[in-house]
């Protein structure tokens, strides 16, 4: 039972539940949720949402050790056990970055914490989990509730859990001998993803509901995560892939120990050895400011061997991935920040010459690039130039990051498990990015606004500053992503907030998608891929990398 000095005597401390066929005990007093965790005790608090209705919040919850001294560079580690009752009832420190949004949130290499929430702790009912995977280029943000705030979600009966992993230099520097293991950054996620998987119980999530959900960067690590789950494993059901798929070029890295020595190198000239024990020894007492200020940041790798090992695009040939249902999408112009630094003279190169169009990750002969680049400018320009039409080349670009890998994925799987494919193109103040002004040819809504339909991120905590149309799509923005954590569906039955609208998966020779807007529709063939697979899949060779 919970201790007298674990909670005030009060007339709300006769409300205490024992779970014990879960080998857990909770206790409610004045000063919010206590809960047994392996390593000891936590208190959490309750808050409200958007409904004026009860959850819990267990913030900054240790899942790993702090990865300082000689644990940084080095694969996570358990955390300590703690004496007495532990509060996680605010967030305060997020990964080692250049600058946060927030200026009450600490920047620290401490920084492994987890956050959830629960709308029901009791466990008669074990509730289905989003467990979010934060974007920000691998470099930035954090799951701090100033960034992820649930009170928009807490009304539709699904536990949330965010969660911080090591970024940047700190995460994504490694050298292929395993000396400085590579993608911690990954590892970090993988290691909070199977914490998940055993306790989110002891919050009233059941392990067996888990979504694994992100945006951007993270979203990139929640196809890594799919392609990484060995078949026997059941860490989540179903996954949820806002902008960013393994299957593109987004974020990847070649030459991982030449990148790793650089590193030491600019942080010490004097440094000239090739050892890598060497170097580990550098990194490990080096300065984070100082490991931060050479600029280099590090990204995806791929191993010679164990779970993340797979090229991205030839895991979905190869099928080497979990069958689970897919929500997966992308904003009608990822890349509209683009707008506002129109280079003039990079627009004339291209011009010039059109293979620099062709990413460096895709495998073509070179005999066969200059063919291939004049088409695509062909595609983009209308038969003019970039420098002329600047929204080909905004087009372009979004294109190329999000749109032709994430339907490349779409096509490759979704014979084998649904695939709710969608393109988000409703333009609002909510969205944040009201005054980015697409030149012509370009669509509205950039990278990210989506993510203000969803998450209370502190500018969007009072909706009544919003116009209605805009209140109306954060509500069925998140009852279709609710519904899909729940059900693997985002319309499983008819819903008058909805238009009564059915959304259908995709299929591979239409690559059929709802175009959520302030009318709902399905449509095929998404941008221009259908016209650039046709072209590319002519010269593309292994391996097989990235699709584009």
Same mark, same amino acid.
């Given at each position: 039972?919970?201790?007298?000095?674990?909670?005030?005597?009060?007339?709300?401390?006769? #409300?205490?539940?024992?779970?014990?066929?879960?080998?857990?005990?909770?206790?409610?007093?004045?000063?919010?949720?206590?809960?047994?965790?392996?390593?000891?005790?936590?208190?959490?608090?309750?808050?409200?949402?958007?409904?004026?209705?009860?959850?819990?919040?267990?913030?900054?919850?240790?899942?790993?050790?702090?990865?300082?001294?000689?644990?940084?560079?080095?694969?996570?580690?358990?955390?300590?056990?703690?004496?007495?009752?532990?509060?996680?009832?605010?967030?305060?420190?997020?990964?080692?970055?250049?600058?946060?949004?927030?200026?009450?949130?600490?920047?620290?290499?401490?920084?492994?914490?987890?956050?959830?929430?629960?709308?029901?702790?009791?466990?008669?009912?074990?509730?289905?989990?989003?467990?979010?995977?934060?974007?920000?280029?691998?470099?930035?943000?954090?799951?701090? =509730?100033?960034?992820?705030?649930?009170?928009?979600?807490?009304?539709?009966?699904?536990?949330?859990?965010?969660?911080?992993?090591?970024?940047?230099? =700190?995460?994504?520097?490694?050298?292929?001998?395993?000396?400085?293991?590579?993608?911690?950054?990954?590892?970090?996620?993988?290691?909070?993803?199977?914490?998940?998987?055993?306790?989110?119980?002891?919050?009233?999530?059941?392990?067996?509901?888990?979504?694994?959900?992100?945006?951007?960067?993270?979203?990139?690590?929640?196809?890594?995560?799919?392609?990484?789950?060995?078949?026997?494993?059941?860490?989540?059901?179903?996954?949820?892939?806002?902008?960013?798929?393994?299957?593109?070029?987004? #974020?990847?890295?070649?030459?991982?120990?030449?990148?790793?020595?650089?590193?030491?190198?600019?942080?010490?000239?004097?440094?000239?050895?090739?050892?890598?024990?060497?170097?580990?020894?550098?990194? @490990?007492?080096?300065?984070?400011?100082?490991?931060?200020?050479?600029?280099?940041?590090?990204?995806?790798?791929?191993?010679?061997?164990?779970?993340?090992?797979?090229?991205?695009?030839?895991?979905?040939?190869?099928?080497?991935?979990?069958?689970?249902?897919?929500?997966?999408? =992308?904003?009608?112009?990822?890349?509209?920040?683009?707008?506002?630094?129109?280079?003039?003279?990079?627009?004339?190169?291209?011009?010039?010459?059109?293979?620099?169009?062709?990413?460096?990750?895709?495998?073509?002969?070179?005999?066969?690039?200059?063919?291939?680049?004049?088409?695509?400018?062909?595609?983009?320009?209308?038969? @003019?130039?970039?420098?002329?039409?600047?929204?080909?080349?905004?087009?372009?670009?979004?294109?190329?990051?999000?749109?032709?890998?994430?339907?490349?994925?779409?096509?490759?799987?979704?014979?084998?498990?649904?695939?709710?494919?969608?393109?988000?193109?409703?333009?609002?103040?909510?969205?944040?990015?009201?005054?980015?002004?697409?030149?012509?040819?370009?669509?509205?809504?950039?990278?990210?606004?989506?993510?203000?339909?969803?998450?209370?991120?502190?500018?969007?905590?009072?909706?009544?500053? =919003?116009?209605?149309?805009?209140?109306?799509?954060?509500?069925?923005?998140?009852?279709?992503?609710?519904?899909?954590?729940?059900?693997?569906?985002?319309?499983?039955?008819?819903?008058?907030? #909805? @238009?009564?609208?059915?959304?259908?998966?995709?299929?591979?020779?239409?690559?059929?998608?709802?175009?959520?807007?302030?009318?709902?529709?399905?449509?095929?063939?998404?941008?221009?891929?259908?016209?650039?697979?046709?072209?590319?899949?002519?010269?593309?060779?292994?391996?097989?990398?990235?699709?584009?």
């Amino acid at each position: 039972m919970c201790k007298p000095h674990d909670f005030k005597m009060s007339r709300y401390s006769v #409300l205490f539940v024992l779970l014990f066929h879960f080998n857990v005990i909770f206790c409610l007093d004045d000063d919010g949720p206590i809960i047994q965790l392996e390593k000891g005790k936590i208190q959490g608090i309750i808050r409200k949402s958007e409904s004026g209705n009860n959850y819990y919040a267990f913030q900054e919850i240790p899942y790993a050790a702090p990865p300082v001294g000689a644990n940084r560079y080095q694969l996570i580690k358990e955390p300590e056990p703690w004496e007495g009752i532990l509060p996680t009832k605010k967030n305060t420190k997020i990964c080692y970055q250049v600058t946060s949004r927030h200026k009450d949130l600490e920047i620290s290499e401490d920084c492994l914490y987890m956050n959830i929430y629960s709308p029901d702790i009791s466990g008669k009912k074990l509730l289905p989990v989003l467990l979010w995977v934060h974007g920000g280029g691998f470099t930035a943000e954090s799951s701090t =509730f100033e960034y992820s705030g649930p009170k928009y979600i807490m009304d539709h009966g699904v536990v949330v859990v965010t969660f911080n992993y090591r970024l940047g230099p =700190f995460g994504f520097i490694g050298t292929d001998d395993g000396v400085i293991p590579l993608n911690l950054g990954l590892k970090d996620q993988r290691f909070a993803i199977e914490w998940v998987s055993k306790n989110v119980h002891l919050f009233g999530g059941d392990p067996k509901q888990v979504t694994l959900v992100g945006e951007s960067a993270g979203s990139v690590a929640v196809g890594y995560h799919m392609i990484s789950q060995k078949p026997e494993e059941d860490l989540f059901r179903a996954a949820i892939m806002q902008s960013g798929t393994p299957a593109s070029a987004l #974020l990847k890295q070649s030459d991982s120990t030449e990148n790793a020595f650089k590193l030491g190198r600019k942080i010490n000239k004097g440094f000239t050895s090739d050892n890598t024990t060497e170097l580990l020894q550098l990194l @490990q007492n080096a300065k984070a400011e100082d490991i931060l200020a050479t600029s280099i940041t590090g990204a995806v790798s791929v191993e010679k061997e164990g779970l993340f090992s797979h090229l991205g695009y030839q895991a979905f040939i190869d099928k080497k991935y979990k069958k689970i249902p897919v929500l997966i999408g =992308f904003n009608s112009e990822e890349w509209l920040f683009l707008a506002e630094y129109e280079n003039k003279t990079l627009m004339k190169s291209i011009d010039n010459d059109p293979t620099l169009l062709i990413p460096s990750r895709v495998n073509i002969h070179n005999d066969m690039k200059p063919k291939l680049g004049e088409f695509i400018k062909e595609i983009y320009t209308n038969n @003019q130039s970039f420098e002329n039409y600047y929204g080909g080349y905004i087009r372009y670009s979004t294109d190329e990051l999000f749109i032709m890998g994430t339907c490349k994925q779409v096509e490759l799987s979704c014979e084998d498990t649904p695939y709710y494919l969608y393109q988000f193109a409703y333009k609002g103040k909510l969205g944040g990015s009201i005054d980015l002004i697409p030149p012509p040819g370009a669509e509205r809504v950039a990278h990210a606004e989506d993510l203000h339909y969803f998450w209370d991120d502190t500018t969007n905590e009072d909706l009544s500053k =919003f116009p209605l149309e805009d209140q109306l799509m954060l509500h069925r923005y998140t009852k279709m992503w609710t519904n899909f954590i729940k059900y693997s569906n985002p319309t499983p039955e008819k819903d008058p907030l #909805l @238009q009564n609208f059915t959304w259908l998966p995709s299929e591979p020779n239409t690559l059929r998608y709802m175009n959520i807007n302030s009318t709902f529709e399905m449509l095929q063939h998404p941008k221009k891929y259908k016209e650039i697979k046709q072209e590319l899949e002519k010269y593309i060779l292994p391996p097989f990398d990235s699709y584009w």
